[in-house]
T-cell receptor, first 111, second 115 residues
Framework: DTGVSQNPRHKITKRGQNVTFRCDPI?????LYWYRQTLGQGPEFLTY????????KSRLLSDRFSAERPKGSFSTLEIQRTEQGDSAMYLC?????????FGPGTRLTVT | AQKVTQAQTEISVVEKEDVTLDCVYE???????LFWYKQPPSGELVFLIR??????QNEISGRYSWNFQKSTSSFNFTITASQVVDSAVYFC????????????FGKGTSLLVTP
């Protein structure tokens, strides 16, 4: 499978715990994006990387959120001290130009 | 401010009817791209089409067609002879050069096609 993959697909955690998600982009894609989608809404941009450089962060990305892409390949998104409002689908996309290919997402439920 | 507006929240049609999903966008960039994505109940976003700001030519792909009009900042999507499998949420999105082509999505239109 050469598409974008995300792990885990589902995560249930208790409020206050830290969680980390992983995204593996399509191998030749240099851009990687993170989005968040809550129920009934469109995806909202969080941040993006060009190679290993994080070039833009949305104001939605609070201090509790951090993303990395250490070698310009896979990326991780960590949420510290999770809150119930963090419950959402976290989507990763990768691109070589302007067309983004999305992964299946990680659904986070904070109880 | 919402950059992409999809005024229709939900649409319900009977199979074989034609249906048009509206999308209005807002940008100050001269270089931008417009997209439509389909999100079926399974949840994965499926790319349908991309249009750049310099190409206003309408496009047809099978039962799908798109009408891009810069004069009205609209990028509407028509499904001809709808089928039950077309039932999904459809998102229009805008990406702008100045923001690294991050996608700004509309809130989506939920389409239900009944037999």
């Amino acid at each position: 499978d050469t598409g974008v993959s995300q792990n885990p697909r589902h995560k249930i955690t208790k409020r206050g715990q830290n969680v980390t998600f992983r995204c593996d982009p399509i191998s030749e894609h240099n851009r990687l994006y993170w989005y968040r989608q809550t129920l009934g809404q469109g995806p909202e941009f969080l941040t993006y990387f060009q190679n290993e450089a994080q070039l833009e962060k949305s104001r939605l990305l609070s201090d509790r959120f951090s993303a990395e892409r250490p070698k310009g390949s896979f990326s991780t998104l960590e949420i510290q001290r999770t809150e119930q409002g963090d419950s959402a689908m976290y989507l990763c996309a990768s691109s070589f130009s302007d067309e983004q290919y999305f992964g299946p997402g990680t659904r986070l439920t904070v109880t | 401010a919402q950059k992409v507006t999809q005024a229709q929240t939900e649409i319900s049609v009977v199979e074989k009817e034609d249906v048009t999903l509206d999308c209005v966008y807002e940008t100050r960039d001269t270089t931008y791209y417009l997209f439509w994505y389909k999100q079926p109940p399974s949840g994965e976003l499926v790319f349908l089409i991309r249009r750049n700001s310099f190409d206003e030519q309408n496009e047809i792909s099978g039962r799908y067609s798109w009408n891009f009009q810069k004069s009205t900042s609209s990028f509407n999507f028509t499904i001809t002879a709808s089928q039950v499998v077309d039932s999904a949420v459809y998102f229009c999105a805008l990406s702008e050069e100045h923001s690294g082509y991050a996608l700004n999505f509309g809130k989506g239109t939920s389409l239900l096609v009944t037999p």
